[in-house]
C-alpha cells in the first residue's frame, strides 16, 4: 500500500503506513541478532552499538600475550625478499608459524587451536600482513579453507580434521572458482556422483586460482549434487565436500608465476573420479551454496585490519626513503605533494583498521549472529583504499 504517513526514526523520515506504533513494532521484530547496517536498511537505529565496543582489560592482556611474539618474529626471522625472490615460504618459517600457533588461530582449543576472538584475529591479521605470502597462504588455510568445517561441520567432521589443520600438520585450501565461473558461483560444473552402492561420490571437474592448490592435504570443495526435491523432480544442486589429496583422483598444476604475492602457491587443481565419503558432506547435501557464502562474508572482515597493516608498512617504508632521496636541494619529505600523499595514506590506514576492529567487536557479541553486511563494506573500503598503496 502506499504510504500514509511519515515517521521521525533515528533521525531519518520514514514512511508509515500502518501506523507510528504498528510501524515501531514490525521494524523491531525485524532487527534481531543483525549488525548495525541492517538496522540502518530497516530504518532503525541501533544505538547500543556506540560507542565503540570496548575491549575488557583481560582480553586486552590476552590479545598482547600473543601479538609480541608474533611481532618478534616477524620482524627477526621473515625475510620478505627472499621469499619474493625464491617464490616459496622456507620451511623453517612455515615452522615458526606452526610454532605460534598460527594455523589454528580460530579454531577452538578442544580441536588443539588458540580459539581467539574475531578482534584478535584481527589484531595478529595486521601484523601478518606484513609479508603478503605468508598472510595469503594462512588465510586461505583458515579463513576459507578449514571455515567450512568450523561453521557447518558435524562434530565428527570437527574432531577428524581439525586437530591437524589447526597444529600446521595438514593445509588447508578452499576449491571454488572454475575457469567459467568466478563471481557467478552458482553457475560451477564441477559434478559429484553418487556411487551405486551409495557410499561414496565420485568427485570431477576442474577449480583454478586455488591459493595453497599445489600441496594442500585437506580441501573444501563445491561441486554440483544431484538432489530429488519434496517434489520428486531431480535437480543439480550445489554441496560442500571435505577431499583429502590422499583419497586419490587429485592433481594440481604449475603454479602461476604472479607479479606479488609470489611465495604463496596460487595453481589449479583438477580431480578425475575422486572418492569423497558421503560423511564428508559439510552441512545438507544441496546446501553448499550457503555454505560458501558464509564462509565468504565470515572471512572479509579481517581484509581491514590486514589492508591497515600493510598500508602501515609501505608508510614506513616510503618515510625512509622520502627522508633520505633529495631533490632541488630539499628532501622528498619537505614537498607537500608528497605530504599529501602521506596524509591519504594514514587515512587510508586509520579508516580500514577503524571499521575492522568495529566489525569484529561487534560480531564478537553474544547474540550478534549476522555481521556480513558490515564485513562486506570493511572489504569494498579496503578495496577502495588501495590507493594508498598505489601512492608508493
Known sequence: RPPCALLLRGGLLVPCCYGAASFCSVVIDCCVNVGILSYFILFCFQAECFPYPEISNEELEEINSFVAPVEKFFAEDVDSKRIDHEAKIPPETLNGLKELGLFGIQVPEEYGG?????????????????????????????????????????????????????????????????????????????????????????????????????FADVMTVFARTEVVGEDGVKKDKISAFIVERAFGGVTSGKPEDKLGIRGSNTCEVSFDNCPVPVENVIGEVGGGFKVAMNILNSGRFSMGSAGAGMIKKLIEMTAEYAGSRRQFGKHLSEFGMIQEKFAVMAQNAFVMESMAYLTAGMMDRPGLSDCSLEAAMVKTVRTLCRDGADTV
Open 114 to 214: 588458540l580459539g581467539l576472538s574475531n578482534t584478535m584475529y584481527a589484531r595478529l591479521g595486521e601484523i601478518i600482513s606484513l609479508d603478503g605470502s605468508i598472510a595469503v597462504t594462512l588465510a586461505a588455510h583458515q579463513a576459507i579453507g578449514l571455515k567450512g568445517l568450523l561453521i557447518a561441520g558435524s562434530e565428527e567432521q570437527k574432531a577428524k580434521y581439525l586437530p591437524k589443520l589447526a597444529s600446521g600438520e595438514h593445509v588447508a585450501a578452499f576449491c571454488l572458482t572454475e575457469p567459467g565461473s568466478g563471481s557467478d558461483a552458482a553457475s560451477i560444473q564441477t559434478k559429484a556422483s553418487l556411487s551405486e552402492d551409495g557410499k561414496t561420490y565420485l568427485l570431477n571437474g576442474s577449480k583454478i586460482w586455488i591459493s595453497n592448490g599445489g
